[in-house]
């Protein structure tokens, strides 16, 4: 049996992204996918997430996501696909960490932004309503990227550069080892290491491997809203936007109608606990009913009640911050989990840490913040 460089569970945009790498590099990578593709059973699908270097207070983020952008760049040059458009960011907020934390930052890294007021906000987006003591700062950087696109592009250059990828095998069983073994619902391979992005199933595999994280599973409600007057939330008039304390504590963020027409993403940053085998059964009713007020109060030009209603999942780690390591008993064992709904933008950086970690080679990035470690008296080692 031939054995692989490497082997990527779990064909998210993670996994996609790390697959790639490994690819380009020349290594013989096989990524394993356990629904048919594509599927919107996971994390990475739909038609956009928000990118932008603004991060608040956690700087480690911008650094990465300065790399991040031009990185998009090179997949959409490979792909031939239009993967990012630009729509600024806008952060609100009234004396929250995010927008504290995030004007300093940019200063720092020039990365331009502007920090306005209540009457140069209703200037702008005159569709928006927030208290007048509310800061308001737009990171002129960011934009959308195109999700479904941008998966596509990761499984199809990766093909391109030689990968395998076998969609429809779920993982069943990994077998450490100087050479690791992967059991499959179909197959039995060999590999000189194996890269685990599995997204919520991490909280079901990587227990197998006697590694029991605290992450927690949330089923979240992606919401679209319709406009009263169709266009006034467009790409070229309105931009993504977050909130960090913006319900109970709980983060709103949305972007502008672009997906669907006339429809406006904003969504909870928050959601039920969930079992990812059987997402659907919880119940999200206080999710959208407290959605519903956020909307009357601050998008005085959307219709009350939500048009679509889709699903997601996020994977949170305590501290939000992604793991990014190894397997603290078996070197050729590499975890990407916990992104927190958060990750997508980060993809392409987070890949290339997956791959020098499976390669051996020392990371590009301190890696102190995404270290198992830091769970030590939580997890069950
Ligand atoms: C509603 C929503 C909005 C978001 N907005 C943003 C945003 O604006 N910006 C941003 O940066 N991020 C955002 N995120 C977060 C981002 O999308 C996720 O962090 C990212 O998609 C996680 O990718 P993943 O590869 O880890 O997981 P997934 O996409 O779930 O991939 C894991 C894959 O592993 C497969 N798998 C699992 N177990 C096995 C097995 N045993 N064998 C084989 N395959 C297996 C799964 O089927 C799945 O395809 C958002 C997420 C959601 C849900």
């Known amino acids: 049996m031939a054995i692989y460089d490497v082997i990527v569970v779990g064909a998210g945009i993670e996994g996609s992204s790390t697959a790639y790498q490994l690819a380009k590099q020349g290594k013989r990578t096989l990524l394993l996918e356990q629904f048919p593709l594509p599927h919107s059973r996971g994390s990475s699908h739909g038609q956009t997430r928000i990118t932008r270097k603004a991060y608040g207070e956690l700087e480690y983020y911008t650094v990465m996501m300065k790399e991040a952008f031009p990185l998009w760049e090179t997949l959409e040059r490979e792909s031939g696909r239009k993967i990012f458009r630009k729509t600024g960011m806008l952060a609100v907020g009234s004396g929250d960490a995010f927008t504290r934390g995030t004007v300093p930052c940019l200063h720092r890294h020039g990365i331009p932004h502007r920090v306005l007021d209540y009457h140069q906000i209703k200037q702008l987006y005159p569709m928006i309503e927030y208290p007048r003591d509310y800061t308001f700062v737009l990171d002129d950087s960011a934009g959308i990227l ?44 060999r590999t000189h290491s194996v890269v685990l992005t599995v997204g919520a199933w991490a909280t079901k595999l990587l227990p197998k491997l006697q590694l029991t994280l605290p992450l927690k599973v949330l089923r979240i409600s992606v919401l679209y809203w319709r406009e009263k007057v169709a266009g006034r939330y467009g790409a070229d008039k309105f931009p993504t936007f977050y909130e960090m304390k913006a319900v109970d504590n709980y983060a709103v963020f949305g972007s502008p109608s672009e997906e669907y027409p006339g429809l406006v993403k904003i969504c909870l940053h928050w959601g039920p606990e969930v079992d990812p085998d059987s997402r659907d059964k919880a119940d999200d009713s206080w999710v959208i009913d407290k959605m519903k007020r956020y909307i009357a109060r601050h998008f005085p030009e959307l219709e009350a009640e939500p048009a679509i209603a889709e699903t997601c999942m996020y994977t949170m780690s305590p501290d939000t911050d992604f793991i990014l390591d190894r397997h603290p008993s078996w070197r050729n064992i590499i975890i990407g989990a916990g992104f927190s709904g958060h990750g997508f933008k980060i993809a392409p950086v987070v890949g290339k840490l997956l791959t020098e970690l499976a390669l051996n080679k020392s990371p590009s990035y301190d890696m102190t913040k995404f270290r198992i470690q830091r769970f030590q008296h939580n997890a069950k080692l």
């Open 146 to 189: 195109m999700a479904d696109k941008a998966l596509l592009s990761y499984q199809e250059t990766f093909r391109r550069f030689g990968g395998e990828l076998r969609d429809g095998e779920k993982v069943l069983d990994i077998i450490p080892g100087d050479t690791v073994g992967v059991r499959t619902s179909s197959h039995h391979y």
